[in-house]
């Protein structure tokens, strides 16, 4: 295989440059592939637009005429724009998107049509989607519905609906579903807490903005490595001499041939309305990261999974491959998706930002603490929302957030915080200045300082939202979302609730407010952590401190079905129970896939490239030491280099059979979370590392002319 090598090598070393066309202004292009409100003012009536506009702003349902209106408007707009087809867009539970396409062509007709019924509603052939057990497959019964909150888009000569997928007895098949429902629960929860404060609050929204991080390589030298192509990750591979210890690559000039696919994707991106806005190198040497401006969460979460199929499409014109796997490369840093979260009112206040007056720090303490109260009292159930075989090989690993849920908040909020708790007992009279009193006036208004950032919590306060960094790079953020919403609308209902009864006892009501704030500042203080969170020291004093630190997917998706959790989600009404259990049967079956395939990648490779080549090279050695043994030399180094490679590709025998042999066992375990478990321990645990060091090792001692692999440094600069 070794001949592949090289002419993947010689391919990634010559291609011709591909030429990207300028677009010009951005403004002249952005949001051209999009109908959105601005398309439907223009080519709706004012009374339907107006129905329309209402509907979207109030997640109201649409009535039949205006589909019908809406859909034949749309359907105008997309041919005059070269669209032949339609398809509801939807994330099933895979992770990724689906679509099926219809012709607008009515061959019957002679026409194109498109009625509002099949803009409301469809019903894909669903049947081979994960379903967790809620549909058996000979009544493969689901369908799509329009979410009008997400606007229409045009891609390739299809135009796309976003929609949610729900089962034909109701429960959710996708991942939209159960996020539109969390937004809503905040929306509520977040409303009346609002209006202790300001009664022209009757609406708040969830933002979103998600950095993106990726690995790029060339689509040939991809393409070679049978790991990355069936487990989206290397098994194998020695560290290069150099990896990303220089931290030259960081900030640095982006290679060019990344520099022409970043601007051709971005086009590709603005003009689907996605606001990509920010591009540069990360941490590790081809590693790179986009992030657009925040929008609203739905949207942002849309527009996120069409961004990385975006991503995915443009590379192939660019002869590249984006890895979005959490952990492509040993030793090198993980990806990640860092949702950046805030809530912002209908009067366009962001509830996470410090302000210049004591009285409004005060709705902003309440959110701040409210949501560390929230991150407190879920933290299980915030990290099984990122749980992944990917993320796994991220979170406490090198340069990873730890699978510990810890809140970052800076010195100066923290002081806030311990001031606020210390000065609880404080009596505040009449004609006192309360907030000078309980030490909340010296809130600046911009916590925006850089130096206070810290790159290592997983959860981190930045200013003026917050940002959740433990996100896989993969990870749809609908479901971290989802979580995160549903748990500080929880929190807010709670925090309104104890606010009201102590009014109710004659309690002035900010120091009602105070008072509640105060006791979530108490019981959450463990969440809180300013300090290395990537070090040993933080893992123990965490253990100290109670909080849980579970390293693996399987155990960690048990936080879904606590008792907490459960009546938590059904008091929302965000996932009812046999939505929760398909979906952790789901996540089980599909850790199981992932470390399945990987095993097998591991024994194919091993088998039929590492141990040959090996062996091959020992042989042409044994040769070597004859020769020299004839001429009367004897070389020790070459001796000890073949009882080396000996030692190895014994060792490989051995581990490979042996892991073959435990697959096959845990193959008939019935219980999915305890196959899922068994998996974890016994073929991950037991095999992977103990594998993966002997193949490194001959990496570094068989001929490089020999070696079958791509190797790290032959992927990691391209330029
Ligand atoms: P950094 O790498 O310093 O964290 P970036 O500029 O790369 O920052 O990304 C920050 C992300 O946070 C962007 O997507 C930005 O739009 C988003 N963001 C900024 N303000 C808010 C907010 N109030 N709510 C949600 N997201 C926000
Ligand atoms: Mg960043």
């Known amino acids: 295989m070794a001949h592949l090598r090289f002419k993947a090598l010689d391919l990634a070393n010559n291609r011709s440059k591909i030429k990207v066309e300028s677009q010009g202004k951005i403004s002249d292009y952005f949001a051209s592939d999009v109908f959105g409100l601005k398309q439907m003012q223009e080519l709706l009536s004012p009374d339907v637009f107006k129905k329309v506009k209402k509907a979207i702003d109030e997640g109201l349902k649409i009535d039949d005429d205006t589909a019908d209106a809406v859909a034949s408007a749309a359907k105008s707009w997309a041919i005059s724009k070269g669209a032949t087809h339609f398809t509801h867009w939807f994330q099933p539970l895979t992770g990724s998107t689906a679509e099926k396409h219809d012709t607008f062509f009515d061959a019957h007709a002679g026409i194109e049509k498109f009625k509002g019924t099949a803009l409301v509603q469809q019903e894909p052939d669903a049947s081979s989607f994960p379903n967790g057990g809620i549909r058996s497959t000979f009544e493969a019964r689901g369908y799509t519905a329009w979410d009008p909150s997400s606007p229409m888009f045009i891609y390739g000569v299809t135009l796309c609906i976003p929609t949610v997928f729900v089962a034909y007895t109701g429960e959710a098949l996708d991942n939209k579903a159960p996020l539109l429902k969390a937004v809503e629960a905040v929306d ?3 409303t009346q807490v609002c209006q202790l404060f300001d009664k022209k609050v009757t609406r708040v929204k969830a933002s979103l903005g998600c950095e993106q991080e990726y690995f790029v390589i060339d689509k040939a030298l991809f393409a070679s490595r049978p790991d990355l192509v069936m487990a989206g990750r290397t098994v194998f591979g020695h560290n290069p001499a150099r990896g990303q210890q220089l931290d030259d690559h960081y900030f640095g000039s982006i290679p060019p041939r990344i520099y022409d696919f970043m601007k051709d994707f971005e086009t590709s991106a603005l003009k689907l309305g996605i606001p990509v806005s920010t591009r540069h190198n990360e941490v590790a040497p081809s590693q790179f990261e986009v992030a657009p401006v925040f929008e609203d969460i739905n949207v942002a979460t849309d527009h996120n999974q069409l961004l990385m199929d975006v991503m995915s499409k443009v590379a192939e014109r660019h002869r590249l491959k984006v890895l979005f796997h959490e952990k492509p490369f040993a030793g090198l840093n993980g990806s990640g998706k860092h949702n950046n979260w805030s809530l912002i009112t209908n009067t366009g206040v962001n509830l996470f930002q410090p302000s ?3 009285r409004e720090n005060l709705l902003f303490l309440t959110f701040l603490v409210t949501t560390i109260k929230a991150v407190h009292d879920n933290a299980e159930l915030l990290r099984a929302s990122i749980a992944s075989a990917g993320n796994d090989h991220r979170l406490g690993a090198n340069e990873a957030p730890p699978a510990i849920m810890s809140v970052f908040l800076g010195s100066q909020l923290n002081s806030v915080l311990d001031e606020l708790e210390k000065n609880g007992n404080i009596k505040v009279e009449k004609g006192d200045n309360m907030y000078m009193k309980l030490g909340i006036d010296k809130i600046p208004p911009i916590i925006l300082d850089n ?9 981190a306060f930045t200013g003026n939202k917050f940002e959740f960094r433990a996100v896989g790079s993969t990870d749809n953020p609908a479901t971290p979302m989802t979580i995160l919403n549903a748990i500080v609308a929880d929190q807010l209902n709670d925090f309104y609730s104890a606010v009201q009864k102590e009014m109710k006892k004659g309690t002035d009501k900010r120091l009602a407010i105070v008072g509640v704030l105060r006791k979530y500042i108490k019981d959450s203080k463990n969440v809180r952590f300013e300090g290395d969170g990537y070090s040993e020291e933080w893992v123990k004093e965490a253990k100290k401190r109670g909080l849980a630190n579970v390293k693996d997917t399987p155990r960690a998706l048990d936080a879904y079905l606590s008792e907490k959790s459960r009546k938590l989600f059904a008091k929302l009404n965000i996932l009812n129970e046999i939505e929760l259990e398909a979906r952790n049967e789901i996540q089980w079956e599909n850790y199981i896939m992932k470390v399945q395939i990987e095993s097998r990648v591991m024994g194919d490779l091993v088998q039929n490239h590492i141990i040959p080549t090996a062996v091959a090279y020992q042989n042409k050695l044994i040769q070597n030491a004859k020769g020299l043994k004839e001429v009367g030399v004897n070389n020790k180094q070459v001796v000890s280099t073949i009882e080396s490679i000996s030692k190895h590709i014994e060792i490989l025998h051995t581990e490979i059979e042996n892991m073959t042999e435990e697959r096959k ?30 193949v490194d090792k001959l990496e570094l001692v068989v001929d490089d002319e020999d070696w079958p692999l791509v190797k790290y440094r032959e992927m990691l600069f391209l330029r």
């Open 665 to 694: 066992r845990i193959n008939k375990i019935e219980d999915t979370r305890k196959k899922a478990i068994a998996y974890c321990d016994d073929v991950k645990g037991k095999y992977f590392e103990k594998i993966r060091y002997s």
């Open 451 to 459: 130096t206070d950032r810290n790159r290592t919590s997983p959860f």
């Open 356 to 358: 210049s007056s004591a």
């Open 188 to 190: 509520k929860a977040a």
